[in-house]
């Protein structure tokens, strides 16, 4: 059994900034990317950052005011956000692509999210 566990959600200003957190526990052999997307109401779920190894993709619209990181040692992935917009409004889902076992075929687990509201 794998969970993902995010936290640091909340409600936070126009220009503020906003840390979350993602864990990664359970049955776990490897893990080979982490990363977030986000769904805002009445819109479809969509990437945000994934970080692979030491590489790592973001959304355009996320370019530099976001930045991901991860702790292999603990399993976990963190995103910091600045300079936030109301746009940035949505439920934000951690994902991670890991094996649980040797040789198993890598699956994507998913986090139950965690509300970000930009509003002032």
């Known amino acids: 059994q794998v969970q993902l566990v995010e936290s640091g959600g909340a409600l936070v200003q126009p220009g503020g900034s906003l840390r979350l957190s993602c864990a990664a526990s359970?049955?776990?052999?490897?893990?080979?990317?982490m990363g977030w997307h986000r769904q805002a109401p009445g819109k479809q779920r969509e990437l945000v950052t994934v970080?692979?190894?030491?590489?790592?993709t973001y959304a355009d619209s996320v370019k530099g005011r976001f930045t991901v990181s991860r702790d292999n040692a603990n399993n976990t992935v963190y995103l910091q956000k600045n300079s936030l917009k109301p746009e940035d409004t949505a439920v934000y889902y951690c994902n991670a692509r890991l094996r649980t076992i040797r040789y198993g075929t890598p699956r994507d687990y998913w986090g139950q999210g965690t509300q970000v509201t930009v509003s002032s």
């Open positions: 359970g049955s776990i052999f490897s893990i080979s990317a």
């Open positions: 970080i692979t190894g030491g590489r790592t």
